[in-house]
């Protein structure tokens, strides 16, 4: 198995705490909002659980992910992963800008299965997906400003 590891920053308008209890304190509450639906397929919902989460058309179907603390978590399961991937982890780190929004840092680790090697347009692939699952629970916290404010 092979690891392939990448930063990406991006930058919000919404403010870092408010983005953080959206994408990864009440994602479970959230996320059914702005995507279809969202399980949890084992535990409370808290660290160690696995959440099931399924897309609306075009983004993907569906994925799986372990929270192991408030900002690492695992995908384990899903079309991300494809037959190219044994898991991939995400770091996420969410700091505070003069403009009062937020600069967003996210490590990404593809842990490829055997010798598969990954082109540049898939880990791209990879890491716009990434990128758009914030985008689409950034539109939603613009659309309704008082959640987490």
Same mark, same amino acid.
């Given at each position: 198995?092979?690891?392939?590891?990448?930063?990406?920053?991006?930058?919000?308008?919404?403010?870092?705490?408010?983005?953080?209890?959206?994408?990864?304190?009440?994602?479970?509450?959230?996320?059914?909002?702005?995507?279809?639906?969202?399980? /949890? =397929?084992?535990?409370?919902?808290?660290?160690?659980? +696995?959440?099931?989460?399924?897309? &609306?058309?075009? #983004?993907? @179907?569906?994925?799986?992910? /372990? =929270?192991?603390?408030?900002?690492?978590?695992?995908? +384990?399961?899903?079309?991300?992963? &494809?037959?190219? #991937?044994? @898991?991939?982890?995400?770091?996420?780190?969410?700091?505070?800008?003069?403009?009062?929004?937020?600069?967003?840092?996210?490590?990404?680790?593809?842990?490829?299965?055997?010798?598969?090697?990954?082109?540049?347009?898939?880990?791209?692939?990879?890491?716009?997906?990434?990128?758009?699952?914030?985008?689409?629970?950034?539109?939603?916290?613009?659309?309704?400003?008082?959640?987490?404010?």
């Amino acid at each position: 198995m092979g690891v392939i590891t990448y930063t990406d920053e991006y930058t919000s308008s919404i403010p870092p705490s408010r983005l953080f209890k959206a994408v990864v304190i009440d994602a479970p509450n959230l996320i059914p909002k702005a995507f279809p639906s969202i399980e /949890i =397929i084992q535990g409370d919902g808290g660290v160690g659980s +696995i959440r099931q989460i399924n897309f &609306a058309e075009g #983004l993907m @179907s569906l994925m799986k992910r /372990i =929270i192991h603390t408030s900002t690492l978590y695992t995908y +384990i399961e899903g079309d991300a992963l &494809a037959d190219k #991937l044994e @898991s991939i982890a995400y770091e996420v780190q969410f700091e505070p800008t003069p403009e009062g929004g937020s600069k967003n840092k996210m490590t990404s680790k593809y842990y490829t299965k055997a010798d598969v090697v990954l082109s540049e347009e898939e880990i791209k692939d990879g890491k716009d997906n990434a990128v758009e699952i914030y985008k689409i629970v950034e539109a939603y916290l613009l659309q309704n400003p008082d959640v987490y404010a």
